[in-house]
């Protein structure tokens, strides 16, 4: 069968395909009586919008969202959550499937084409369908929703690496995040970025990226001990995002080459919450919130479509070559590190409403 439902409290299903008419997202499970409006959706939609610079897809994309459900006028005016399904609805106002010719006799190296037609024995070439990180967009807006059930976390996303190259962390200036098209804290790594993204879209390649985030406020005591661990759901929502590869929570993959007593995190009396001195864990323990920063780093791999021709095969399993046309980022982690922050929005949201739940 197929899946396109996330979440356990807050639930969230997305609908659509990359060249269809529109798309959206149903978010059931919401709280009553939250304040929402398209305004409190539309800066993060805005913020993951294509076309904005050369260093993202062309295609323009103004992604206004619609509420069609869940929503009422309150007694002060203002329209509020009902506690019923919130339906979000996206138009595609620019698509080009002329584009996809090529894409519909043969399969994209590093794509989902072939394994989508493996599984159902039918796709939809035409940008990848449900397969395409245009379905991103309704998990921003969803995510957008998410915010709003815990106004006590500040989430920040943004990028730390992109093509093998790294931010200073000497240099890392929150400030200067949204003043660079890369989300990018490091002004100096933003300034060589800049000319090696160029460099990949004009040779018709691509790069890869490392996205960092940041969740500040979380609570200790969010999450379970086995099957709903916070970590574990975080990393099952980020690998869901569209060229994901990789998810480190913490220190992740470090931490297996330090010592058991350089990957601890000490705690010191605070009279109350204990305080820490290290954040190897990023913030969890156990699958369960301890009050710290919530940290992880996700892994985009090079945007599978460009223009230099690879080796592929056709649907009747002839050897060719395929060079995808069209409009595609030469950096995809750029334009997926909001849809990082939506995620990780809609997985704190659910675990906040279990954990009521089940604590009070």
């Keep these: ?3 396109n439902t996330f979440g356990r409290v807050l639930r969230m299903t997305t609908w659509g395909e990359s060249h269809g008419p529109a798309l959206g ?33 062309q295609r323009q994309e103004p992604d206004p969202v619609r509420i069609l459900s869940g929503t009422f006028e309150g007694q002060d005016g ?9 339906s979000l609805m996206i138009e595609n106002v620019d698509q080009r499937s002329k584009d996809y010719s090529e894409v ?18 039918f796709r939809d070439y035409r940008g990848g369908g449900r397969s395409s990180a245009r379905e991103t967009a309704a998990r921003v807006a969803a995510g957008a929703v998410a915010r709003l059930v815990i106004p006590e976390v500040t989430i920040e996303a943004y990028v730390v690496e992109i093509g093998g190259d790294s931010i200073d962390r000497a240099r890392f200036d929150a400030a200067e995040i949204a003043n660079n098209p890369f989300w990018c804290p490091d002004p100096a790594a933003a300034a060589r970025w800049a000319q090696a993204v160029d460099e990949a ?21 969010w999450g379970a001990p086995i099957y709903a661990k916070l970590d574990a759901d975080l990393a099952g929502a980020m690998m869901g995002i569209n060229a994901v590869k990789g998810v ?33 864990a990023g913030g969890i323990a156990g699958g369960i919130s301890t009050g710290q920063p919530v940290v992880l780093r996700v892994a985009f791999k090079p945007t599978s479509s460009i223009l230099t021709p690879v080796e592929t095969i056709d649907r009747e399993g002839n050897a060719t070559e395929i060079r995808t046309k069209g409009r595609h980022d030469p950096c995809v982690g ?3 590190t909001p849809v990082v922050a939506a995620m990780m929005a809609l997985v704190l949201a659910d675990h906040k409403l279990l954990h009521r739940a089940q604590c009070g």
Excluded at 251 to 279: C, H, I, K, W, Y
Aim: with cysteine; charged share 20%; aromatic share 8%.
């Design 1 to 3: 069968m197929s899946w």
């Design 25 to 57: 997202a149903v978010l059931d499970g919401c709280p009553p009586g939250l304040s929402l409006a398209e305004g409190d959706i539309q800066p993060w939609l805005d913020a993951r919008r294509p076309g904005q610079n050369k260093f993202t897809t």
């Design 78 to 86: 203002t329209q509020r959550t009902t506690g019923t399904p919130i």
């Design 104 to 121: 519909a006799r043969a399969y994209r190296p590093g794509h989902a084409d072939y394994a989508y037609d493996a599984k159902y024995g």
């Design 201 to 221: 879209r004009l040779a018709g390649s691509s790069l890869g990226a490392v996205v960092e985030c940041v969740a500040q406020g979380v609570p200790a005591g």
């Design 248 to 280: 480190e929570i913490g220190d992740g993959f470090t931490a297996a080459r330090l010592s058991g007593e350089q990957n601890a995190d000490p705690m010191r009396p605070g009279g109350g919450p204990p305080v820490f001195q290290a954040n190897h």
């Design 334 to 336: 750029i334009r997926g």
